[in-house]
């Protein structure tokens, strides 16, 4: 089967090598065809499409946008879209605007539990403020001596009811769903075994999102474990839908599954990668 990796992220988002490194790395590890999907931002796609063709391996447009469904943050990957769609560009401009506003708020969070210089620190970590994300909080908070890793300090702090979690309104899904389908690309839910959702409350997600012309959803996913995939190769069968894999590539020391390391796509489902490979 092919090696497809369809979620990865650089430094133009909350990634730590950039566009071209992170194509790099993929071919190395044997990546045949990769997306690059940036959160709310097209700026990596031209430099790892070029980075793509001069070794030689297939590459497709991508972006992950964060939406809110009935009171949960949901990632909605688009892939294959027109990388210059004016509108899409337009919204995703928008987001971005808001997340600064949301890292000042973190930090104000932060600041009140005893921990200075937050907004400073993880904009250390980013080369474009309005890029700003709970990841580069975590790294500042793992500098600070805050917890020993990542996920710890995800835990104890950037999360829903922790002190530095702030609720933000994110685009709804209809929205993100539709700036995606009107550029050209497919919508594809991200690492759906991540949500905190019920049997029922993901079979209603799963209606709604295909009903609103969502076409597929990550059935391999580096947050995946062997029963998720089980899981939701078992829904992606009874729902039609097409089946995606992405490590969700962040950093060498980060990510659970590094890029082109993710097992096969389970027998009896189309991958997503038909429609651009
Ligand atoms: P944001 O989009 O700014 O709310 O931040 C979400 C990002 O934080 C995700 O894209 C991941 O990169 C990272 N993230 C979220 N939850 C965790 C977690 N539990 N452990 C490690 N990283 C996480
Ligand atoms: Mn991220
Ligand atoms: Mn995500
Ligand atoms: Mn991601």
């Not at 949301?102 to 104000?108: K, L, S």
């Not at 769903?177 to 991200?190: E, L």
Request: hydrophobic fraction near 45%.
């Amino acid at each position: 089967m092919l090696n497809s990796d369809l979620h990865s992220h650089s430094t133009a988002s909350d990634g730590v090598l950039p566009p071209a490194d992170v194509v790099l790395r993929a071919a190395t590890r044997g990546v045949e065809l990769l997306a690059l999907t940036d959160h709310d931002d097209l700026s990596g796609i031209a430099p790892a499409a070029q980075a793509a063709a001069e070794v030689g391996i297939g590459f497709v447009s991508g972006v992950e946008a964060s939406v809110g469904w009935n009171g949960v943050s949901i990632h909605i990957v688009g892939l294959g879209f027109q990388p210059d769609n004016a509108a899409l560009a337009e919204n995703l401009a928008g987001v971005r605007t808001s997340r600064l506003v949301r890292g000042e708020r973190i930090a104000a969070d932060l600041e009140r539990i005893g921990i200075g210089g937050a907004l400073e620190g993880a904009l250390r970590y980013t080369k474009n403020p309005q890029l700003l994300s709970r990841a580069h909080f975590a790294r500042y908070l793992v500098e600070a001596g805050c917890g020993r890793n990542i996920s710890s300090v995800f835990e104890h702090y950037l999360v829903p009811g922790k002190p530095g979690y702030v609720e933000h309104r994110w685009p709804s899904l209809e929205e993100a769903v539709g700036w995606i389908i009107d550029a050209g690309g497919v919508a594809v839910v991200a690492h759906p075994g991540r949500y905190k959702l019920s049997a029922r409350e993901m079979r209603r997600f799963l209606d709604e999102f295909r009903a609103i012309g969502g076409r597929a959803i990550e059935v391999v996913s580096g947050s995946h474990s062997a029963a998720d995939i089980r899981r939701f190769a078992s829904l992606a069968r009874r729902y039609g839908f097409l089946a995606s894999r992405g490590s969700d590539f962040h950093a060498p020391e980060e990510s659970v599954i590094d890029l082109g390391r993710l097992a096969q796509l389970p027998d009896g489902l189309e991958p997503v990668w038909r429609l651009f490979y």
